[in-house]
């Protein structure tokens, strides 16, 4: 499923099936989209998973630009969540994660020990919001999954776990999260890697936005992929530094991917709403190389106003 449109009933839902998942669980594994990795997650995420160990994923990292991923992994670090870049496609992402799993686990392996209790295999849920990947990961772990386990009395009615290692298991079905809804920029970019129904967002204006961001981050092969004719007052303003020039004419654009493609209607005229399609389905698939949207927040170059918030909250509780 790539697509989902919250309506108030789903949202209820979703926020009712997560918090009986996280009541089994010791371990949440929050999946995010390493692309977007503020966009993609849960705003409620601290609170639901309170008490237990956590673990961030950023994932589709062959989508992303690895300094910024790694970027990320401090980021979450200084937080104390041990956070792992992944391509959830291919093997060893068990091996990728157990370290990860076994330091997000440690405190409840101690808590469990304090209270005299038998160790036992830590439980795991895999959690984030439509389309990054939680069903890809919880196969790929299956692949390689020692057992799957069925019902145990009493704990897990109804639930199937998969057991990954001697120390872990895994809920079989991921749990469904919701993106921040309030900020328009996480809107955008949720549709421009297609994590937001297509059905509530203009193909056109969202075509216009990935037009931009490529113009600004991926202007020559932009160019060169569609044959763009580089305006004149853009090519006297770039820089030799430049990825190529900054302004692309969407118009122009539109028309130059239509003829690159043979998108014609009848008549001879330009199909741009088909060459529209065609950029942001592109771009969706990492044709343009790794390209992350949103890095983390820094001290004083914040791109994302709410984590800039939310680090200055935290540092201000510190001092
Ligand atoms: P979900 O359960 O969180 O909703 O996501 P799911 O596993 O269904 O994955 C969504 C899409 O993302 C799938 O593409 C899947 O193959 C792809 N995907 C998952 N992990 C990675 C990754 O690490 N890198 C890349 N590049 N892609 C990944 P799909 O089968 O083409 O489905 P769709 O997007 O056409 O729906």
Not at 165 to 191: C, I, M, N, Q, Y
Not at 254 to 276: M, N, V, Y
């Amino acid at each position: 499923m790539a697509n989902y449109q919250w309506y108030p009933g789903h949202m209820t839902k979703a926020r009712r099936m997560i918090e009986e998942d996280m009541r089994l669980v010791d371990v949440v594994i929050e999946v995010l989209d390493a692309r977007i990795p503020y966009a993609s997650r849960n705003p409620d995420i601290d609170r639901l998973s309170q008490g237990k160990g956590r673990v961030v994923i950023l994932n589709k990292a062959d989508l992303a630009e690895r300094s910024a991923t790694e970027a990320w992994i401090r980021y979450f670090g200084e937080k104390s969540i041990p956070a792992v870049a992944l391509d959830a496609r291919k093997s060893g992402v068990s091996s990728s994660l157990s370290p990860a799993i076994r330091e997000a686990s440690a405190s409840v392996r101690e808590k469990l020990r304090r209270r005299g209790m038998k160790e036992r295999p830590m439980r795991i849920l895999i959690a984030g919001i439509p389309n990054v990947g939680k069903s890809t990961l919880i196969n790929s772990f299956a692949g390689k999954a020692i057992a799957k386990t069925g019902n145990k009395p009493g704990v897990t009615k109804g639930k199937q776990w998969i057991r990954i290692s001697k120390e872990a298991e895994l809920l079989d079905t991921p749990g469904l999260l919701w993106p921040r809804f309030e900020d328009p920029a996480v809107g955008e970019h949720l549709a421009m890697i297609g994590a937001m129904s297509d059905d509530v967002v203009d193909t056109e204006t969202l075509a216009v936005t990935v037009l931009g961001l490529l113009a600004e981050r991926r202007g020559s092969v932009l160019r060169g992929r569609y044959a763009i004719a580089e305006a004149q007052s853009d090519a006297e303003a770039s820089s030799p530094a430049d990825n190529g020039p900054g302004r692309i004419d969407p118009d122009e654009a539109f028309a130059a991917i239509a003829k690159a493609r043979g998108c014609l209607r009848k008549g001879g005229e330009a199909d741009t709403e088909k060459a529209a399609a065609i950029l942001i389905d592109e771009f969706r698939k990492g044709v343009f190389g790794p390209l992350t949207i949103e890095y983390p927040p820094k001290e004083d170059t914040a791109e994302l106003s709410g984590e800039k918030a939310e680090t200055e909250r935290q540092s201000g509780q510190r001092k």
